[in-house]
């Protein structure tokens, strides 16, 4: 049984910064890509970051480019969001989740495992 369980989430000031982590646990079969997306409220579960197993690849949503940076702890098994210049509409609750391949994918349907959300608010 695999588990993602995400931590790091907050009420942050526009322009503030926040790291988001990912911890992940159980038995994966192969290499896995791993992915942030959010969802805010009354809105569907949008896409973020994704990052593939070497943590040589990476994708970003259009609204997180240059502001955020994912990245991946192998040895750890951690998954990070760094979130830069941030700003109200990126209130959201963050979920993580974990592919059963290596690649880093952009498609809510290509993941099979997801974290339990954690909240980020921020004010204007």
């Known amino acids: 049984q695999v588990q993602l369980v995400e931590s790091g989430g907050g009420l942050v000031q526009a322009g503030g910064s926040l790291r988001l982590s990912c911890a992940a646990s159980?038995?994966?079969?192969?290499?896995?890509?791993m992915g942030w997306f959010r969802q805010a409220p009354g809105n569907e579960r949008e896409f973020v970051a994704a990052i593939n197993w070497n943590g040589d690849t990476t994708r970003y949503s259009d609204s997180a480019k240059g502001r955020f940076t994912i990245s991946r702890d192998n040895i750890k098994n951690m998954l990070f969001l760094q979130m830069n210049s941030l700003k109200p509409d990126d209130t959201a609750v963050y979920y993580c989740g974990a592919r059963n391949d290596p690649v880093a994918a952009i498609t809510l349907s290509e993941y099979l495992y997801w974290g339990q959300g954690n909240q980020v608010t921020v004010s204007s």
């Open positions: 159980g038995r994966f079969f192969s290499p896995y890509g």
